[in-house]
């Protein structure tokens, strides 16, 4: 079945060090794929997103491309932020249904 | 904005209680759905539904119903609280489209079973 795995957490970075958060997925046809934030209290938001094979998804200098021949979808940012300091998951979704959510990593920036 | 809304924070029930829990989202959303997130095991889909009073299992039924009367409102119903049911539930909300439709939640309800 549909399936996404991420790296296991946590990520440990100081203050503008390079990210990325490596994300694989499995799936027939053709999915979209999603990176969504969750800070800490707080329900999950979407950070950004691509919809087809090569696309590149980008929001607050974080970004994303969608590799079809690698099945991948990573997470990268080159100067993190205390800011960023939250969990971050991946997800697939297809044919107008349910999304799947990888385990999440969780993200600490320190000073 | 969009604005998924859980009706607690926080909720403290005890084993065997009948439990509601309540989601409303104010952008006539067609697809809404229930998750449990628990640490290392990220979301898990319980119950989703398509439209009014059309409601499909997801990956993890067992002990939950739901109810969806109303557009704008889904219910989460732990029939018997159990132990096993302590987690944060998260409801979300989504207009499905071609284009891969976000999906909106909300804050997260943090449910303790006592």
Redesign the interface.
Known sequence: GDSVTQMEGPVTLSEEACLTINCTYTATGYPSLFWYVQYPGEGLQLLLKATKADDKGSNKGFEATYRKETTSFHLEKGSVQVSDSAVYFCALEKNFNKFYFGSGTKLNVKP | DVK?TQSSRYLVKRTGEKVFLECVQDMDHE?M?W?RQDP????R?IY?SYDVKMKEK?DIPEGYSVSREKKERFSLILESASTNQTSMY?C?SRT?????T??F????TRLTVV
């Open positions: 998924v697809n759905f998750y290392g095991l990220g979301l889909l989703f997801g998260l979300a499905p489209d071609r284009d891969g976000e999906a939640f909300g804050q997260g």
